[in-house]
């Protein structure tokens, strides 16, 4: 998982907090605890997927388009984290004569596969509005 999920998950319940409302970069980077650069890159990608709309200039920012009982966090992984649970390297090298060395790399990735596919059946279940209630109950 990279960060990049957990940074449009808290985006996107913030502005489902702020229903009608404008947030620009700074505002959610503040809120999110990153960089506003950071924030921009990544709600890019949610813009093109249609979860948020934006206004340039004066009072301008990032609103949600998007209801937050249909959202659920499988999406929001399918846009910005998918494939994220296997790592870049594996140890292993296929050309080896050594049974380990030579199938380590594609049982491991048959195994990333499977926990992806499970991890997003589970994030399925889950809305952005259940995450914003779950929020705003544990106060």
């Known amino acids: 998982m990279n960060s990049d999920f957990v940074i449009a998950l ?80 594996c140890t292993g090298d296929p050309e080896q004569t050594c049974v380990i060395s030579s199938n380590t790399q594609s049982v491991m990735d048959e195994i990333f596969n499977e926990a992806e596919f499970h991890l997003q059946s589970y994030l399925n279940q889950i809305t952005i509005r259940h995450v914003l209630d779950r929020i705003k109950s544990s106060d």
């Open 10 to 89: 808290h985006s996107l319940v913030l502005l489902a907090n702020l229903p009608d409302q404008m947030a620009n970069s700074e505002v959610i980077a503040e809120n999110v605890c990153t960089n506003p650069a950071r924030i921009r890159k990544v709600m890019s990608l949610l813009r093109k997927n249609g979860y948020v709309k934006t206004k340039e200039g004066i009072g301008g920012g990032y609103i949600l388009s998007s209801d937050p009982d249909e959202i659920t966090l499988s999406e929001i992984y399918l846009t910005v984290s998918v494939g994220a649970l296997k790592p870049n390297w």
